[in-house]
C-alpha cells in the first residue's frame, strides 16, 4: 500500500475534517506526568507501556514510511484475530540499537543504519490479550516506566530539523544536571497531511534527573 493510500484510509477512519487538535484530543496518547518545566522543555514521567515496533533500514524519513506502513497493516486487521486496533499518537522514530554483550550491559546505535518505529497500543490491551501480528517484522515491546526531557516543535521533522532539536535539548538537558541515558526519540502526533505549521513533533531524551 502506498503512502497516499494508506493516509486515504486512515482520513476516512479518523476524519480528515477534523483540526490538528480536534483529532489529537480524540486520539488516546500514552498517560504521563509532568514533573517539571523550564521554558519549552518538559521533564515527563511515562507509565508501562505496550506497543508495536518494526526495524526498518534507510535514510530517515523513508524508514519512518516504511515503519509506519508496516505497524499500520497490523492495526488495520493483519493480525491473527483480524482485529482493528485504534489509532494512537504519537508514532515514534528512533534509531535501532545493538547489546553490547559486555558488563554491564550497554546499548549502542546500529552501524547498519536501521531504525526502530513504534505504534503505542490502547490502554485497555494487556500482552495477553492483544493479537498477534501476521507479519513477522512486526513484534509486540512491552516498555518500562520512563523519564524523558522532551522538547516540542512544529513544521517539517526532517533529518536537519530532529537533529537541531535533538541538540537543543541535550544541551538543555546537561544544564539541568540531568544524565542522558540512551538515544534519542522522535514523536510525531499528526497525520502527513496536516500542514507543517500545525504539526505537533517532539524529540525526547531519556533521562535520570536529579
Keep these: 500500500m502506498t503512502a497516499l493510500k494508506l493516509a486515504a484510509l486512515i482520513a476516512s477512519v479518523t476524519g480528515a475534517t477534523l483540526t490538528p487538535e ?72 528512533a534509531k535501532a540499537e545493538k547489546i553490547a554483550m559486555t558488563a554491564p550491559v550497554a546499548q549502542e546505535p546500529a552501524a547498519d543504519g536501521s ?16 493479537p498477534t501480528p501476521n507479519n513477522p517484522d512486526v513484534r509486540i515491546v512491552e516498555l518500562p516506566a520512563e523519564q524523558f526531557a522532551v522538547l516540542r516543535f512544529s513544521g517539517l521533522a526532517g533529518r536537519t530539523a530532529v537533529a537541531a532539536r535533538n541538540k537543543e535539548l541535550t ?31 517532539e524529540v525526547a531524551l531519556p533521562v535520570a534527573a536529579k
Design 115 to 130: 531504525w526502530r518505529v513504534q505504534f503505542f497500543m490502547p490502554a485497555k490491551y494487556t500482552r495477553a490479550t492483544l
Design 22 to 93: 480536534l483529532a489529537r484530543a480524540a486520539t488516546e496518547q500514552p498517560a504521563y506526568t509532568v514533573l517539571q518545566r523550564d521554558g519549552a522543555v518538559e521533564l515527563r514521567r511515562y507509565g508501562p507501556r505496550l506497543a508495536a515496533e518494526t526495524t526498518v533500514r534507510g535514510d530517515e524519513v523513508s524508514a519512518r514510511n516504511k515503519g509506519f506502513q508496516a505497524i499500520a497493516g497490523y492495526i488495520f486487521g493483519g493480525n491473527t484475530g483480524k482485529t482493528p486496533i485504534a489509532m494512537t499518537a504519537p508514532v515514534a522514530q
Design 171 to 201: 544541551d538543555k538537558a546537561a544544564a539541568m544536571g540531568w544524565k542522558v541515558t540512551g538515544p534519542a526519540v522522535v514523536w510525531f502526533y499528526d497525520p502527513p497531511w496536516t500542514l507543517p505549521p500545525m504539526r505537533r513533533n
